[in-house]
T-cell receptor
Framework: AQKITQTQPGMFVQEKEAVTLDCTYD???????LFWYKQPSSGEMIFLIY??????QNATEGRYSLNFQKARKSANLVISASQLGDSAMYFC?????????????FGTGTRLTIIP | DSGVTQTPKHLITATGQRVTLRCSPR?????VYWYQQSLDQGLQFLIQ???????AKGNILERFSAQQFPDLHSELNLSSLELGDSALYFC?????????FGPGTRLTVT
């Protein structure tokens, strides 16, 4: 079974600072995918970034990067130069890397608040 | 806009009733996933369909069922509703390992 742990229920960060959201995972699978989603107060789930377990380089998407440390089983999200619009819930998730069976297991989320 | 559509956006119904939630995946995506987000349980995987066939089951109650039609849209049927079924229900679709979520249907059972 796969498990995701997010230990930060809430974070407050000053605007324009960088922020790191923690995520650790547990799985016995050799192949898996790691994801981060953003959920603003409006409720939709917005895909941010993906990292495959065999990817040697950390994934980046604009201001988002995923700090993947396989030996530590961690997949932290780094947001550079935070903006007020980054205030939201952030969920880390993982899935098995089996074609046609990619159900996601989610963490409990971190509520990020950006302070002007 | 993820390209995944869900209807209705909001649904208010009484205990004991039955409702149907509808999802249209992104064009070309064969997989559809249903998730439930509640305060008690967080985000939970319910069920997955792939090209019309059930592929995986998660924490889906026996009162709930789903299907995927030949045009790949999917429906989630919730029956004998209880107060605890109040939640945000998401549909997601994927063609590879990345999943894109619809806007969700907020179900309120009174």
């Amino acid at each position: 079974a796969q498990k995701i742990t997010q230990t930060q229920p809430g974070m407050f960060v000053q605007e324009k600072e960088a922020v790191t959201l923690d995520c650790t995972y547990d799985t016995s699978d050799q192949s898996y995918g790691l994801f981060w989603y953003k959920q603003p107060s409006s409720g939709e789930m917005i895909f941010l970034i993906y990292q495959g377990s065999y990817d040697e380089q950390n994934a980046t998407e604009g201001r988002y990067s995923l700090n993947f440390q396989k030996a530590r089983k961690s997949a932290n999200l780094v947001i550079s130069a935070s903006q007020l619009g980054d205030s939201a819930m952030y969920f880390c998730a993982m899935s098995p890397y089996n074609f046609g069976n990619e159900k996601l297991t989610f963490g409990t989320g971190t509520r990020l608040t950006i302070i002007p | 806009d993820s390209g995944v559509t869900q209807t209705p956006k909001h649904l208010i119904t009484a205990t004991g009733q039955r409702v149907t939630l509808r999802c249209s995946p992104r064009s070309g995506d064969l997989s559809v996933y249903w998730y439930q987000q509640s305060l008690d349980q967080g985000l939970q995987f319910l069920i997955q369909y792939y090209n019309g066939e059930e592929r995986a089951k998660g924490n889906i109650l026996e009162r709930f069922s789903a299907q995927q039609f030949p045009d790949l849209h999917s429906e989630l049927n919730l029956s004998s509703l209880e107060l605890g079924d109040s939640a945000l229900y998401f549909c997601a679709s994927s063609a590879s390992n990345e999943q894109y979520f619809g806007p969700g249907t907020r179900l309120t059972v009174t």
